[in-house]
């Protein structure tokens, strides 16, 4: 990207699912969904205190900060530029939530 403004262009052809592009996004526009037979796993920036540890039940939001339900913190990468964290939330919700709440 040019400017932290442009919209992030993924090269589906050279993407290996590797999630990392998700912490270090500049504009932090990048999240990762991955659908299993009955849920869905969330990958996505996460810039708030405090964060979450896996096992943890938070509450899941939609773009517009509503709760869509509930989520399971199954994983937490602090290595990153930025935190990422992977939800697990109901597969019908995969396109919805794109936040936590703690």
């Known amino acids: 990207m040019k400017s932290i403004n442009d919209l992030p262009i993924i090269d589906f052809n050279k ?4 999630r ?3 912490g270090i996004c500049p504009g932090l526009a990048i999240f990762v969904v991955k659908i299993t037979d009955s849920k869905a796993l969330i990958t996505l920036p996460y810039e708030f205190l ?5 096992g943890n039940i938070v509450t899941a939001l939609d773009r ?5 339900g509930l989520a399971k913190v199954v994983k937490v990468n602090k290595n990153e530029k930025t935190t990422v964290i992977t939800i697990e939330v109901d597969k019908v919700l995969a396109m919805e939530v794109r936040n936590i709440r703690m």
């Open 20 to 22: 990392r592009c998700v």
């Open 50 to 54: 405090p964060v979450p540890n896996v």
């Open 15 to 18: 993407c290996t699912g590797c």
């Open 64 to 68: 517009e900060g509503k709760s869509r």
